[in-house]
């Protein structure tokens, strides 16, 4: 089995026609992605390839949310704790971040999810009635 790093994954799947080693190093992802052989990618590169996607080539969420459900579909493709990366991209739909959502997913097994500041990540978990619920922590006052 093969384990895959972030820059296989955004080779694959990001067309960036400016950068000559990148389309060079694309019909290399391209060979081992569709080799058939066993292959792997994890949750960290997942959540990285979707930062890349968003933040620096500046991908809408869907196309986001549609790369990664090829992935999963993907027969050859292990995905470290698919549960988690799976249930993610449904938050994810639903309108959670896509790094909070897997944050989230992550935590299943929690009572709850902490956090200071994302009040709008607790807000729309309790709407969506996400368990385990997010929790704003309360700060003391300086």
């Known amino acids: ?15 960036d026609k400016a950068d000559t080693e990148a389309m060079r190093q694309r019909l290399a992802a391209r060979r081992l992605m569709e080799s058939g052989q066993p292959l792997m990618v994890s949750k960290s590169v997942i959540l990285e390839l979707e930062w890349v996607m968003r933040g620096y080539y500046g991908f809408a969420q869907a196309e986001v949310a549609s790369v ?11 995905i470290e704790d698919r549960d988690a990366v799976e249930q993610a991209l449904s938050n994810c739909e639903a309108g959670i971040d896509f790094a909070d ?5 992550s935590y299943r097994s929690c009572d709850s999810v902490a956090t200071f500041d994302d009040r709008k990540f607790a807000r729309r978990a309790k709407k969506l009635g996400l368990a385990p619920p997010v929790t704003v922590v309360p700060q003391p006052v300086a």
């Open 101 to 105: 959502a897997l944050h989230h997913s």
């Open 1 to 15: 089995m093969i384990g895959l790093d972030t820059n296989v994954l955004a080779r694959y799947y990001i067309d």
């Open 68 to 78: 990664v459900r090829h992935l999963l579909e993907q027969p050859n493709i292990r």
